[in-house]
């Protein structure tokens, strides 16, 4: 609905997110202290970005910088150079429910090492994504709190950005979520928000929807109701692909109405702007033709916005439509188009 739907697609299914998370503490060994190291001897190179306009920590581990490998042991040169525009740029690492402690440990203690900052991003609040593709989250409030005090401990004094939630405000504007849930999603975010912020190196961005899916009005009382006086800012597009302009826009008609706050844009996918073929209500779900959009960095073309993040990590599936795989899942052919696509 309003093209929101699969803006939390989640990080694979929840054993391999386990074996995942697990596999951090490995990765976290491979970063060298300068940030320049690669994924190991057996796999390509994968650099960090330049620190003063990209702070955030390349995984060289992730599953770009593992198709990149594969495509170079097969000697397609051409198709590595596409898909290395996307291994060598930081990405979001969406915790899943299981052991978050030991993932966001893993994360973060790999970003440490390397001299940056993970991004973080945190989708699990209970009645998540209203039954989609990445219907689920946490049991019941409980299970969420103890899910986020599990990411806190994890992140400790070590730097983190965090996206939190997506869609799960706008959810409660736009019907999706029912009303019967909406008092406890609002405290257990704002419970999150105040949690998280108070660690001494990291940021929390609450998702606040998209350009596309309805007007500022609607949701910047929300916003307040969850807490987004205490965060750093709000995200805007997590997972979507309208454009940064227009994303701007509607961030910065947004800002006016909660204090001025700041905001970050994900532009992982929005090179070619949103699809508008086909059905309307799927039009978020693995669209052809799109594009990466600007690579990460705090450079950005307004000073109300602080960065242009991958939040959203390209080539991974929305869901089970168009020949996608599940929500989460890499998607190698869709992964390859996407970077074929930019210019």
């Not at 060289?60 to 898909?83: H, M, W, Y």
């Not at 979001?92 to 991003?121: C, H, M, Y």
């Not at 730097?159 to 959810?171: G, N, Q, R």
């Not at 450079?299 to 929500?327: I, M, Q």
Request: glycine share 14%; net charge negative.
């Amino acid at each position: 609905m309003y093209g929101s739907r699969g803006a939390g697609t989640f990080a694979g299914t929840r054993a391999s997110a386990v074996v995942l998370g697990a596999a951090l503490l490995i990765a976290g060994c491979s970063s060298s202290g300068d940030g320049e190291d690669g994924g190991g001897d057996a796999g390509p190179r994968i650099t960090q970005q330049p620190k003063e306009a990209d702070p955030f920590w390349v995984n060289p581990d992730g599953n770009a910088a593992k198709q990149l490998a594969a495509l170079e042991k097969a000697g397609k040169k051409s198709q590595a150079e596409q898909i290395r525009k996307i291994a060598q740029h930081p990405t979001g690492e969406w915790i899943s429910p299981e052991n978050p402690e030991e993932q966001a440990r893993g994360f973060t203690e790999a970003a440490d090492k390397a001299g940056r900052t993970a991004l973080l991003v945190l989708y699990n609040i209970p009645h998540r994504d209203c039954g989609q593709y990445s219907g689920g989250g946490a049991a019941d409030g409980d299970a969420y709190r103890a899910f986020v005090d599990g990411v806190a401990k994890g992140i400790g004094d070590r730097s983190a950005t965090v996206i939190l939630e997506p869609d799960a405000v706008l959810h409660l504007v736009d019907g999706c979520t029912p009303e019967e849930f909406h008092e406890e999603r609002y405290d257990l975010l704002k419970g999150a928000v105040a949690k998280l912020s108070a660690l001494k190196n990291t940021k929390v961005y609450l998702d606040a929807g998209n350009a596309g899916w309805g007007h500022p009005d609607q949701i910047f009382e929300p916003l307040k109701w969850a807490g987004i006086d205490q965060a750093d800012g709000f995200a805007v597009n997590v997972s979507n692909f309208y454009t940064t302009e227009d994303s701007i826009a509607y961030g910065k008609e947004l800002s006016a109405k909660v204090g001025g706050k700041h905001f970050v844009i994900d532009t992982s996918r929005n090179g070619n702007g949103p699809y508008t073929e086909g059905d309307p209500g799927e039009r978020w779900c693995n669209p052809p033709g799109r594009a990466l959009g600007e690579t990460p960095t705090t450079k950005t073309a307004d000073p109300l916005v602080d960065a242009y993040l991958w939040v959203k990590r390209p080539g991974e599936s929305d869901g089970e439509c168009k020949g996608g795989p599940k929500a989460g899942q890499w998607w190698s052919d869709y992964a390859l188009k996407l970077a074929q696509a930019t210019k």
